[in-house]
DNA sequence: TTCCTTGATTGATCTGCATCAAGGCAGACC
DNA sequence: GGTCTGCCTTGATGCAGATCAATCAAGGAA
């Protein structure tokens, strides 16, 4: 854990704001951690509400406390495509930016943590670590971005649903308790038809159809639309087309 | 251009290496830059070589000077999808990661200038401003990677095709002297069929037909097989699918 | 010259996913 | 109960782009 101290217990004795042990570090802690909880402040939404519409202008950076929420890019046509998902610890916004570049909406009830742009930023000048800390939140964004670049080039629509299936799997996976790697895991699915289709650059009905098809071959099991229960991982990291090192719980 | 000197004259007055105006500012010039300048090397590459594979030890960062390099993915059966494009003054690497995530292929001969991983990261430590600049480009390539995703999920191939031509027409652009907006643009592609195949998530036989058509149709004129004029922006922009507000040199 | 090689073009055919269309199911509300 | 309404499933059909394959053009090298 280098010098830092753990993130995990940094996050337990601190409350429930996650740009805490996300945006900082505990060498941060004595006065930089006081201003930054001088500055935040929280915002709620309702699932399908809107946070902000691309273009417009945006004062504050973000941190996701709970729910979920979704960066998608919209063509003239109406074609879309979601270019990120924001689970709880996920950071928005672009310091030295004032307009948001995506459209992002709630998929869930969802509770930010927000700061003004401007004393953020300046808190940041003065704070190498945060601007570290970001940074390295950003490439780890970057990586993703690249990895489903990939996906949406290059994978079948097998391939597709089985990859996000397997991510939300991991994130969910993540978020609970660590324990020995379980062989069967189960979660809730935080999209709809036809948010995963916008995510993974299909139409809903072939992930309607693909997910049905990856139920009959016994890859996954449904109960009911949402809830789902995968009884191998290793045998969904198969359907996804990925050279599995073993890494699934990393 | 806030207190920061024009990073265009500092490009100017400081010699070749693009790090100087893209990784720092100004502001660090006295002390900082003197450091960078003591840590730096050069590596040349021929047309073709590999930097360095995905998996690799990277124990550097480093940055285009001249040439063009790409960073690409590999399925195990092959199929491969680009993820990146580096021309002069990108960057590559990252600060916190030991192993390249990516395969970095020079496509042109290609010199890079290259800074040991450890010194420039106690560099970084003890200069806000680094970490700044650094945060501000990858921000700009998680857009440019987030723009892709929209290409790679929802565009057609004659979309994707101008898309890309209309990037490569618009980086080469701001290479060269500024000027008024002029009304053809000429250039050279740095790609092959099947490296620009690699890029868009097409076949080269898809990339080639495509080519063809928008010669046929006239947004295009081929002069040989790299050489491109285009005749129009407006035309190619128009066939690129995006909403065109007019910002093509920004 | 002729032979190779490398990259590009063009044609014929195939197929995976989109599109169009018709239900089905479960919860909300009357 | 009935009937919306939102979300999902399933079927029939079409097409954009993949695949397979032949040809071409431009350089080298012998």
Redesign the interface.
């Known amino acids: 854990m280098s010098v830092h101290r753990d993130a995990q217990s940094f996050a337990n004795d601190c409350g429930a704001c996650p740009i805490r042990h996300r945006a900082v570090c505990a060498r941060c802690e004595t006065d930089e951690l006081v201003k930054l909880e001088q500055i935040k402040y929280y915002r709620s939404y309702q699932a399908g509400q809107t946070v902000i519409w691309s273009g417009d202008r945006m004062d504050f950076v973000a941190s996701v406390v709970t729910g979920i929420a979704t960066?998608t890019?919209t063509?003239?046509?109406g074609?879309?495509?979601m270019?990120?998902l924001l689970l709880p610890s996920d950071f928005v916004g672009?310091?030295?930016?004032s307009t948001a570049?995506?459209d992002v909406t709630a998929t869930t009830d969802l509770v930010m943590c927000c700061f003004r742009k401007k004393p953020f930023e300046d808190l940041?000048?003065g704070?190498?670590h945060i601007?570290?800390r970001?940074?390295?939140m950003?490439?780890d964004?970057?990586?993703a971005?690249?990895?489903?670049?990939?996906l949406?080039?290059?994978k079948t629509a097998r391939e597709k649903i089985a990859s996000l299936l397997a991510i939300i799997a991991r994130r969910d996976a993540s978020l609970k308790e660590p324990r020995a790697k379980a062989n069967a895991i189960t979660f809730d699915l935080p999209l709809t038809r036809e948010e995963m289709a916008d995510y993974?650059?299909l139409t809903l009905e072939t992930v309607s159809r693909q997910m049905s098809a990856l139920k009959r071959d016994g890859v996954i099991v449904l109960d009911g639309k949402r809830h789902v229960t995968i009884p191998s991982i290793d045998m969904l990291m198969e359907q996804t087309?990925?050279?599995n090192d073993g890494g699934f719980l990393v």
């Open positions: 960066l890019q063509m003239e046509d074609r879309r495509q270019v990120g672009r310091p030295g930016r570049a995506y940041m000048t704070t190498p601007a570290q970001l940074l390295e950003t490439l964004e970057l990586d971005a690249r990895e489903w670049m990939l949406l080039g290059r993974l650059g087309g990925d050279d």
